[in-house]
């Protein structure tokens, strides 16, 4: 119930597959999704605790979502690390203007990735949204269990 919500954007089914693999082995709850579209769309649905988030994606690049996303002020302090395979300079350059909190580059290690992904989620500000997310839903669930 204390999980952290993380979205995985992704086009590729596998990267997606490895990532969700990776952090439901750490105790976390992953939504994934294939297109910027519906990376939008899960934001908005899941309010998620962090966001890996490919560039290069059908419908709409990682860039423009990142920018998307910060323009929202509920979701100006959301991690989102960006997770591609351009390892440049400009690239990393390009995700910070953007708004990424960081960037992983693809191939990438597991644990480091899980690494990467705690650091951010231990954040209090990330703590704190946990925190309160169980706490609703403990008080669905009384309220559930008293009709």
């Known amino acids: ?3 952290p919500v993380v979205l995985v954007v992704d086009d590729s089914p596998t990267v ?3 990532v969700q693999l990776t952090l439901q082995r750490e105790h976390m709850q992953v939504v994934t999704a294939a297109d910027g579209l519906s990376a939008l769309a899960a934001v908005a649905d899941v309010s ?3 966001i890996l988030l ?5 419908r709409m690049d990682g860039y423009n979502i990142c920018q998307v996303i910060r323009k929202n002020l509920a979701y ?14 400009f690239d990393k350059m390009r995700g910070r203007l953007a708004g990424s909190s960081d960037y992983i580059t693809k191939p990438f290690d ?6 990467t992904v ?10 704190e949204r946990i925190a309160q997310r169980a706490a609703v839903q403990r008080q669905m669930q009384e309220q559930l269990r008293w009709r």
Request: hydrophobic share 40%; charged share 30%.
């Open 16 to 18: 997606r597959k490895i």
């Open 110 to 115: 597991s644990s480091d990735l899980v690494q």
């Open 54 to 58: 490919d560039i290069m994606l059908p």
């Open 48 to 50: 998620p605790d962090l």
């Open 76 to 89: 100006r302090d959301l991690p989102i690390i960006m997770l591609s395979g351009k390892d440049g300079i």
């Open 118 to 127: 705690k650091r951010y989620l231990s954040a209090p500000a990330v703590r």
């Open 1 to 3: 119930m204390d999980e």
